[in-house]
């Protein structure tokens, strides 16, 4: 039984088409989701052009997760079934959300204590999350301010 052998070329051709579809639909320039994702603009270029069989999975990572968030943020009711399938919503085009589905949330970071912060920091208001981080900052300024014997 011979393995399915997989045309790179066309896959890359075809996810880029759908990339750049997707940020059509929401109206930003490739500039736009370039600052969003803090990568290069010729990056998402080459991207949607189908030339990014070398592009690192993180720049295909971090521009998808920008194109995923932004489409989160519509009102579902306007979201065809093959763009929600083209971003895979729920998977890992929300990295570092909340468990959305029944799916393990996938974390951004190592650390478990950034991530429960973040999380939590997520599921607040704006009023809340200002308050958060006056707490926060607080707290860091006291810690670094108390003798070292008494952190822990």
């Not at 070329?9 to 969003?36: I, K, N, P, T």
């Not at 932004?70 to 919503?89: K, T, Y």
């Amino acid at each position: 039984m011979e393995a399915e052998r997989i045309d790179w070329s066309a896959w890359m051709r075809e996810l880029g088409r759908r990339l750049r579809r997707v940020r059509e639909f929401l109206g930003l320039s490739q500039d736009q989701v370039a600052r969003m994702a803090g990568v290069s603009q010729g990056a998402v270029s080459r991207l949607e052009a189908g030339r990014g069989l070398a592009t690192p999975m993180l720049v295909v990572l971090k521009v998808h997760v920008v194109l995923g968030r932004a489409v989160a943020n519509l009102d579902p009711a306007m979201l065809d079934d093959q763009l929600r399938e083209s971003l895979n919503l729920g998977g890992f085009a929300q990295l570092g959300d909340g468990n959305l589905d029944g799916q393990t949330r996938v974390a951004i970071t190592k650390d478990p204590e950034l991530e429960e912060l973040v999380d939590l920091y997520r599921s607040l208001t704006g009023r809340q999350r200002r308050t958060l981080v006056a707490i926060v900052r607080a707290t860091a300024n006291s810690l670094v301010k108390a003798p070292s014997a008494a952190v822990s």
